[in-house]
């Protein structure tokens, strides 16, 4: 009996370990965030206030012996009664103001990653000095900067990108170096940007321009910013104050003649808008686009090209406009949640699905391009292409002769310029084919238009537009 009882000792342990293994991984680990969202949140909170004050007294132990004096109220671990500071109903802090304290040390010393809850951070009219960390690009919440009049320099981080709910941004009376990222026009909330007294150099990026819920100011007077001010920049419309002056700017606010739309309907400016020049409009249209959807990266899709967004200068150069409903496209996403474009131009394909890409832009240009031709929207003349088969077109009684095509405001075009003329409409109903895989990218619609060669016609021909239509654009 004894032996057998020994024997069945280490069995029973064995059996013993082996449940009790089981159980605990049965239990609730206590320190797991799966265990309870409730608990997750308090956890999470507790270990915020816990970094929050650690950051901060560590700050305040590097700042000079006086400003050390001013922040007396800031030692234990109840941030929210401390000076200058507010919280948000779990106790994190959420308001640093500071202005005009007589602080003084570096700006640097403060782990800005630590306050992820901030929406205003201000620290005017004091004494920091030290470069602007990049650590600022975590303040995902921020909606108020102003880290004026300090003795801040270094360059402006490009991580204020991720800002995105910044309202006001003001760096103003710094020794700021460097120039304005363009990464800037991603700030798209942004109401009022002071960036004056500074020593800031290069262009004004034409991504300026891409901040229209700019209604408030936009100072950039007393720096070293050179060039040309992008035509961008006079179509924030909102705008009650700009000032650049005090810089080594060339040349004023370039007048605009007017967006596409209207001067196409302007009996007064038609006659000047000669084939040449719509040809140049349709060129610097697909240079835009193709420089938006290749050259930038992440590329942007505009979402919203119509007639409406582009505008001409007084040389009938075009520029395209309102970015306000632009999309970044991250990598492994093409989502999109609200319908953007302008009935008319936006891509067939955006009414069934969610799905955003570069080929919608390409869409709207293949009708601004053929508006820029006809001198009026070519509605009438898709439906019209649509709703034949490719096989039946050519005997189709719905024909399209060019010359009743073209804009007949001005004279009908000869030579060299209609076989341009031609190529466009051909590389602009490729653009408007019902599939998007049946469009081409803009670099390749790029290239077509640029590579200088024509088809050749002659005036006296009688061209029907069908003619000029691939065979594969119109197929379902
Ligand atoms: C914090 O500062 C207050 C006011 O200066 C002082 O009365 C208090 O004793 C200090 N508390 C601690 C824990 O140092
Ligand atoms: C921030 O602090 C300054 C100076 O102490 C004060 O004048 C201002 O009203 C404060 N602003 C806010 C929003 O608390
Ligand atoms: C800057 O702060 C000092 C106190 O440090 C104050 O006396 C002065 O009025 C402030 N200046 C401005 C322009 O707010
Ligand atoms: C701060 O942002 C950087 C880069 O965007 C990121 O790598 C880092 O993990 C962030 N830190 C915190 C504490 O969120
Ligand atoms: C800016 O830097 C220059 C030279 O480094 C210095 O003379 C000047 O006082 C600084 N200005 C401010 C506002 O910090
Ligand atoms: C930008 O502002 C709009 C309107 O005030 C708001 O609905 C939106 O959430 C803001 N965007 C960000 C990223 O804060
Ligand atoms: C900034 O510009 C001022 C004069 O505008 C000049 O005195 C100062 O040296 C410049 N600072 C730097 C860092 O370039
Ligand atoms: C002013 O513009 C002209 C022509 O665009 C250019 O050659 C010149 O370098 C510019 N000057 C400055 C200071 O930017
Ligand atoms: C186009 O220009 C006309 C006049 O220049 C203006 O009335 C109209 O609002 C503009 N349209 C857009 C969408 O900007
Ligand atoms: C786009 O969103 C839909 C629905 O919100 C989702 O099912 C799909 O996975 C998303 N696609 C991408 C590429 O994120």
């Known amino acids: 009996m004894a032996s057998s009882a020994q024997k069945q000792l280490p069995m029973l342990f064995l059996v013993y370990?082996?449940?009790?293994?089981?159980?605990?991984?049965?239990?609730?680990?206590?320190?797991?965030?799966?265990?309870?969202?409730?608990?997750?949140?308090?956890?999470s909170s507790s270990q915020t206030r816990d970094e929050e004050v650690k950051a901060l007294l560590k700050w305040k132990s590097k700042l000079n012996e006086e400003s050390r004096s001013i922040l007396s109220s800031w030692n234990g671990s109840d941030t929210c009664s401390w000076q200058g500071l507010g919280c948000d109903p779990l106790g994190s802090v959420i308001n640093l103001n500071l202005s005009s304290s007589a602080l003084r040390g570096m700006l640097h010393d403060l782990d800005l990653s630590s306050l992820p809850n901030l929406v205003t951070l201000k620290l005017a009219n004091n004494s920091l000095f030290g470069d602007i960390?990049?650590?600022?690009?975590?303040?995902?919440?921020?909606?108020?900067?102003?880290?004026?009049?300090?003795?801040?320099?270094?360059?402006?981080?490009?991580?204020?990108?991720?800002?995105?709910?910044?309202k006001v941004l003001d760096l103003s009376s710094n020794n700021i170096t460097g120039s304005v990222p363009s990464s800037i026009g991603s700030l798209s909330n942004l109401t009022g940007l002071y960036l004056q007294n500074n020593n800031i150099s290069g262009f004004i990026p034409r991504e300026v321009g891409m901040l229209n819920s700019l209604n408030d100011l936009l100072w950039l007077f007393n720096n070293d910013l050179i060039g040309s001010i992008?035509?961008?920049?006079?179509?924030?419309v909102s705008l009650s104050e700009l000032d650049l002056s005090a810089n080594y700017l060339n040349g004023?606010?370039?007048p605009t003649l007017g967006n596409l739309s209207n001067i196409l309907k302007s009996e007064q400016r038609i006659t000047m808008f000669i084939w040449s020049k719509r040809l140049?409009?349709?060129?610097?249209?697909?240079y835009a686009l193709c420089y938006m959807h290749c050259e930038c990266s992440p590329p942007i899709v505009h979402r919203d090209i119509s007639s409406k967004n582009i505008l001409l200068d007084e040389e009938y150069e075009a520029h395209v406009s309102d970015f306000g409903t632009a999309k970044v496209l991250q990598p492994c996403s093409s989502n999109w949640t609200s319908f953007a474009g302008t009935f008319g131009y936006a891509a067939p394909e955006l009414a069934y699905t969610m799905e955003v890409n570069e080929k919608c832009d390409v869409y709207s240009f293949g009708m601004v391009t053929l508006e820029v031709i006809m001198g009026r929207h070519p509605g009438d003349l898709i439906s019209s292409l649509a709703s034949t088969s490719p096989s039946s077109r050519r005997h189709s009684t719905d024909s399209w002769p060019l010359k009743e095509v073209l804009d007949q405001r001005i004279p009908y075009p000869k030579g060299y310029v209609l076989g341009e003329v031609a190529v466009v409409i051909k590389m602009a109903l490729s653009c408007i084919s019902p599939k998007p895989e049946?469009?081409?990218?803009?670099?390749?619609?790029?290239?077509?238009?640029?590579?200088?060669?024509?088809?050749?016609?002659?005036?006296?021909?009688?061209?029907?537009?069908?003619?000029?239509?691939?065979?594969?654009?119109?197929?379902?």
């Open 133 to 166: 960390p990049s650590s600022i690009g975590n303040l995902s919440k921020l909606a108020y900067l102003d880290l004026s009049q300090n003795l801040l320099y270094g360059d402006i981080p490009t991580q204020l990108r991720s800002l995105r709910s910044l």
């Open 17 to 43: 370990v082996l449940l009790l293994l089981i159980f605990m991984q049965e239990l609730p680990h206590p320190a797991s965030p799966n265990s309870s969202p409730l608990m997750a949140v308090a956890l």
């Open 252 to 254: 004023s606010i370039p």
């Open 280 to 286: 140049n409009v349709v060129k610097g249209v697909a």
């Open 438 to 476: 049946h469009r081409p990218s803009m670099q390749q619609v790029s290239r077509a238009i640029s590579a200088h060669s024509p088809i050749m016609l002659t005036a006296s021909e009688d061209i029907k537009l069908e003619e000029l239509v691939d065979p594969t654009c119109f197929t379902y």
């Open 230 to 236: 992008p035509i961008e920049i006079g179509m924030l």
